[in-house]
């Protein structure tokens, strides 16, 4: 449980330094998304963020209201939607990036290179004792 509530804790500070930022988890983790990638789909981002088609809708909507994605229909095939950042998006991106590396380095402050390294060999080994 201590693993649990650890992860628990850790998600609601980065989400508040999001929000700090002007932005929210999901924001961050759609931007995060079509960045990597320069142009995708509805339904190839959903996968890549983890949620469900109706779900990411809902959230892209909300940030084409704000303008910070544009999307259009796939010239190759109507029924699909391309997603792309706008301006207002990258800045957003960069703005959010910002808040998620300081957050980061705080997460880490004072853990040397070598515990670091452990720990993520230990949360891989826990991840592959429950992947089925």
Do not use: C, Y
């Not at 960045?35 to 088609?53: F, P």
């Not at 994605?69 to 998006?89: C, E, F, I, K, S």
């Not at 004072?110 to 230990?122: C, I, S």
């Amino acid at each position: 449980m201590n693993l649990a509530r650890t992860a628990k804790l850790v998600a609601q500070a980065f989400d508040a330094a999001l929000v700090e930022a002007g932005g929210t988890l999901p924001i961050w983790l759609t931007l995060l998304s079509i960045k990597s990638r320069e142009l995708a789909n509805q339904r190839e981002l959903a996968g890549m963020i983890g949620i469900q088609g109706a779900t990411l809708t809902h959230h892209l909507n909300a940030m084409e209201a704000q303008g910070l994605l544009a999307r259009r229909r796939d010239p190759d095939n109507r029924r699909v939607h391309q997603v792309a950042l706008t301006g207002a998006g990258e800045a957003m991106f960069l703005k959010l990036r910002t808040a998620a590396l300081a957050f980061d380095k705080r997460l880490r402050a004072g853990l040397p290179d070598e515990r670091l390294a452990e720990f993520a060999e230990v949360l891989a080994a826990l991840r592959a004792n429950v992947e089925v």
